[in-house]
């Protein structure tokens, strides 16, 4: 053990949080989302249909809840694993964190874009 | 060779507790064990630790006083009755301060810590963590060990004593990670390792009782006091002899014989269950010699049934484990077998109140001492204090000790020779043409003291058992290592530890012959009543290299605080 | 009473002529219907080969020295009786994933060391009462269970995340850790926490629950760990862990 090592590393305790709320939040919006989109809605999926679930302001801020909650728990899930192997050390942790923090504000912006004209 | 000032022999509670002590004023001081300290036999302890709190309802009228008198009457009038004072008189404070720091006692509902009743104690004054106080209290220290950064050499194994020109001057102890001799110089050392219940083949002790620190002292010239005494618990587990507390019969279990009868009313009809251990386990044993034992075999019951489920997992949750791992027996469902087992050491190295030997230099704490604060029986609940208290006692003196040194340099030579020896010794072990086996001989040795010098003893039988132990101590010359590895050679160490063994269990057995009289643990049945008269003294054994056994001396008790009375429970 | 076969996993790294592990077999005798697996190692210590080496000590299940793993599993050498496993082949190996020192002996200083980095003591700092310090029978209560370790390493050895992972500090000193920061005695929230409460620490943990299976005192390493995450949220959000 290197005390060093294990004392250079802060936080978590954030991670591990929104990791437990975001899971929720997903089982919640999943199931809101599933259940309009192929319950209580059924029809083609095409641009007419979807345009005219996405009309409904309460709906659009569930798919965008989803989408925010989706990406923070699948690659935090992702940065955990890494760190378990490569990403050990505080550097590496660190970098590994903000190269996330970038892919998934992509991802973010990417989706947000396509939902743009509902939101504004 | 590596220095310190202080060096403790041993990691259990009396060893932790001197080197807080001796560390908190500023002294280097290092710990050596053969075992990491949190794996001591200390930690075996369950029932509890006596001190006068007065914190049970039925207790508000106990004081340090009573706890005195109560120890003194427990050892049969053998005790030194300045020193079980004086240990009664430091119980609290030393208690309070375990609970500073850390140990999970048990506890009141009004948050204060829990006593039950013990054994001989006139009221309930046992403070208790479930019934795995001395696990709770070892780990205690382990971890103030840990936070004062005392320094602790692990799983070195101590074999001697370097002496130079009367002066304790440090150990050689063996490496058993890296292999080999090393000397450890010091100008104090404190032997704090413990009893030698593995002298006996029915025991409730850790496979490493075995009184190693109590040997290396005799061999270097220390006396031994009162080596006869030895405590036999009334219950240990039937095929094991595993420890069932004297807890178990605190919380109210019942001790029944194949009639179904709470038998101990006829022996101690004020106490029942909760005589002292000498008695009691006499009790339990004339039930099995006159055929009473369960199903007539060798063993009574110990019922817990009656205490009910809820009772059993709060207070005695660990008693409960042992008996369903290795007696296959749910206290909560049926009667717990149980026989009268090796259990305590009361005799041991020659101190004074402050752990001080007769030797400049060389202390001595706990189990391995004797104070004596114990007499000739230990009451329950008094070891754990004993060490805690002497520990710490022991710790401050050895600091007093080392102030009034001019000259703090060991002397090399002594130290570098006394190495030496040893790794001598062992060669030799291993080269010799020897044709005896370590371990039959141990298993000899057990036997015999199990056979003669158990709860009853006797003239005739007690000189067969010195026959048989001095042709032990013969064929002991005659062993050679099976193995000369140098790394964790248990072989080696089981060895050596046999050849001192053998010498302590010489000393119990001329000890117990030259006591003509019976008084508290040792009970003979041709001289069946106490001397004061004769006896009233302890005995001290001298180690002769050149004879068998060892000699005898006396030195008086000390008296003055409690009368002389008869012993009834 | 019948004779049982153990296999041994011995190795001795000193040894320059066989270095490597292999496995050695022996019959063991023994009388009436109890040998437990510490008993039998002696008896092969005893009768075949005073080589054999492993630590012992109380042979009552509470000093932690036997850990190893038997059978398929941890357990301690004297706890573990041979009738229990129900099988006429006792394989006895060493605690893996621990630098091994010899054949069952496994170097337990990392252990050690991680266990005195958590600072697994009381820590006060207000002054103590003349007497004893008021704990309730409820507040006592919490400490049950994580008082009960006898650091016997198991848990340790048996956790995935700990495996090739020197700096992961492992179940049994975030146990201990868990044991005073739920104490009610305890008034060292702020030293200790930043030694287990970071991604080394309890964030390491990933509930694979590996360590509850292999306690041999039937604790629950896991869920002290659990309640270390819980009580870093409160303390963040709320300022008080307990």
Not at chain 1, 94 to 108: K, Q, R
Not at chain 2, 404 to 430: W, Y
């Amino acid at each position: 053990m290197r005390a060093e090592v294990i004392s250079t590393h802060r936080g978590g305790v954030w991670s591990w949080l929104f990791q437990r709320i975001t899971a929720v939040l997903l089982i919640v919006c999943l199931a809101i989302h599933l259940i309009f989109t192929h319950i209580l809605n059924i029809g083609e999926l095409d641009s007419a249909n979807v345009a005219a679930r996405l009309a409904n302001a309460g709906l659009t801020a569930v798919d965008i809840i989803l989408l925010a909650a989706g990406i923070y728990h699948a690659l935090n899930g992702l940065r955990m694993v890494l760190m378990d192997y490569w990403f050990t050390s505080r550097t590496r942790a660190l970098t590994l964190t903000i190269v996330l923090w970038v892919v998934g504000l992509a991802f973010m912006g990417y989706g947000t874009w396509a939902l743009w004209p509902w939101i504004s | 060779m590596i220095h310190h000032d202080v060096i403790v022999v041993g990691g259990g509670l009396s060893g932790l507790r001197a080197a807080i002590e001796a560390k908190r004023a500023g002294v280097d001081v290092a710990i050596l064990s053969q075992v990491h300290p949190g794996r001591s036999h200390s930690g075996q302890a369950q029932g509890g630790i006596n001190a006068a709190l007065g914190n049970h309802p039925d207790g508000r009228d106990d004081n340090r006083e009573k706890h005195a008198f109560d120890t003194v009457k427990g050892g049969d009038f053998l005790v030194d009755q300045d020193c079980a004072v004086q240990m009664a008189e430091d119980a609290p404070r030393v208690i309070y301060e375990m609970d500073h720091w850390g140990c999970p006692f048990s506890r009141f509902e009004d948050g204060t810590i829990a006593q039950r009743p013990f054994g001989g104690a006139g009221f309930p004054r046992c403070c208790y963590g479930a019934d795995k106080t001395g696990h709770y209290l070892l780990h205690t220290l382990v971890e103030q060990a840990y936070r004062l950064q005392v320094k602790m050499y692990v799983e070195q194994y101590v074999a001697s004593l370097i002496v130079h020109e009367g002066v304790c001057q440090g150990v050689v102890a063996y490496d058993m990670i890296r292999g080999g001799f090393e000397a450890f110089t010091a100008n104090a050392v404190v032997i704090a390792t413990g009893g030698a219940g593995r002298t006996y083949s029915n025991t409730t002790n850790s496979l490493i009782s075995t009184g190693c620190g109590m040997f290396m002292a005799y061999h270097a010239g220390v006396p031994l006091k009162d080596m006869e005494f030895v405590q036999f618990h009334p219950t240990g587990l039937y095929t094991t002899q595993i420890l069932m507390t004297e807890g178990a019969r605190g919380e109210g279990g019942y001790l029944i014989n194949d009639k179904g009868e709470r038998f101990m009313e006829k022996y101690a009809p004020k106490f029942m269950e909760l005589a002292p251990r000498d008695i009691t386990a006499r009790s339990i044993q004339i039930e099995i010699n006159e055929g009473r034992g369960i199903g007539g075999k060798g063993y009574v019951h110990l019922d817990l049934r009656h205490l009910g489920a809820e009772k059993i997992l709060e207070r005695l949750p660990g008693i409960r484990d042992l008996a369903i791992h290795f007696e296959g027996v749910d206290p909560i469902e049926e009667p717990i077998p149980v026989v009268p087992s090796q259990h305590y050491w009361m005799g041991g190295i020659d101190t004074d109140v402050n752990g001080a030997t007769v030797m400049p230099g060389l202390y001595a704490a706990g189990e391995c001492a004797c104070v004596s604060v114990h007499g000739a029986n230990r009451l329950g609940g008094n070891s754990l204090l004993e060490t805690i208290v002497f520990g710490r006692r022991a710790g401050a003196e050895v600091v007093r000790y080392l102030e009034t040194l001019t000259d703090r340099r060991p002397n090399a030579r002594s130290a570098f020779a006394a190495a030496q020896m040893m790794e001598q010794k062992v060669e030799e072990l291993g080269v010799r043409e020897g044709k005896e086996n370590a371990y039959e001989l141990r298993a000899v040795m057990t036997e015999v003291m199990k056979d003669h010098f158990f709860l009853f003893r006797d003239e005739a039988a007690m000189r067969e058992g010195l026959e048989r132990l001095l042709q032990v101590k013969e064929r002991v010359k005659n062993i050679n290592l099976r193995w000369t590895g140098s790394v964790f050679n248990v072989d080696m160490i089981r060895t050596v530890e046999l050849e001192g063994m053998v010498d302590l269990a010489l000393c119990v057995a001329v000890g117990a012959l030259e006591r003509q009289e019976s008084r508290g643990a040792h009970f003979r049945t041709d001289y069946n009543t106490r001397d004061d008269l004769n006896w009233l003294k302890h005995t001290l054994a001298y180690y002769q290299p050149d004879a068998a056994g060892p000699r005898l001396d006396s030195k008086p008790v000390t008296l003055g605080h409690f009368e002389l009375q008869e012993r009834k429970y | 009473m019948p004779d049982i076969k153990f296999r041994v996993k011995r190795q001795d790294p000193g040894d320059k002529k066989n270095p490597e592990a292999h496995w050695e077999e022996y019959i063991v005798h023994y009388e009436g219907d109890n040998l437990t697996v510490l008993e039998g190692l002696f008896y092969i210590q005893e009768k075949y080969d005073g080589g054999l080496s492993f630590r012992y000590c109380c042979r009552a299940s509470i000093c932690g020295s036997c850990g190893m793993y038997i059978n398929g599993a941890y357990r301690l050498a004297c706890q573990t009786n041979v009738k229990h496993l129900d099988t006429d082949l006792i394989t006895v190996a060493p605690m893996p994933h621990l630098p091994l020192v010899k054949d069952l002996v496994v170097d337990m200083d990392e252990f050690f060391a991680k266990y005195e980095y958590i600072m697994p003591w009381l820590i006060r700092h207000s002054s103590d009462p003349e007497k004893e310090l008021i704990q309730s029978p409820k507040e006592r209560k919490k400490i049950d269970m994580p008082v009960d370790c006898i650091l016997c390493g198991c848990c340790y050895s048996s956790c995935p995340s700990a495996w090739g992972e020197d700096n992961y500090l492992g179940p049994a000193a975030l146990l201990k850790a868990h044991r005073f920061e739920v104490d009610s005695r305890d008034e060292g929230g702020k030293e200790r926490i930043a030694r287990w409460n970071n991604e080394r620490g309890v964030y390491r943990c990933h509930t694979i629950m590996n360590c509850v299976e292999a306690c041999p005192k039937e604790l629950n390493p896991t869920e002290g760990i659990q309640w270390l995450k819980r009580a870093a949220v409160r303390r963040k959000l709320l300022g008080k862990a307990k």
